[in-house]
């Protein structure tokens, strides 16, 4: 499966393949670009990833703008 041409958005929440030590797997998109700013949504703790890391690691992104979950798994 090929996950690294999701369009990701500023809004989307990003299912990743690691859960973060709160629990939570779910990461809001808070900024996008080279970089991207994540929020946990567990815990709210917020971190910088790079776009590479995030598009390896995310098993799951589901729009904002759309009530579907994303479907190109
Ligand atoms: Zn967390």
Redesign the pocket.
Known sequence: MKLNKLNYEVGDIVKLKK??????FDWKILRVGMDFRLQ??????QIMVSRKVIEKSTRKLIKSTCTKENSMI
């Open positions: 859960p973060h030590p709160c629990g939570s946990c949504e567990g815990c709210e703790h």
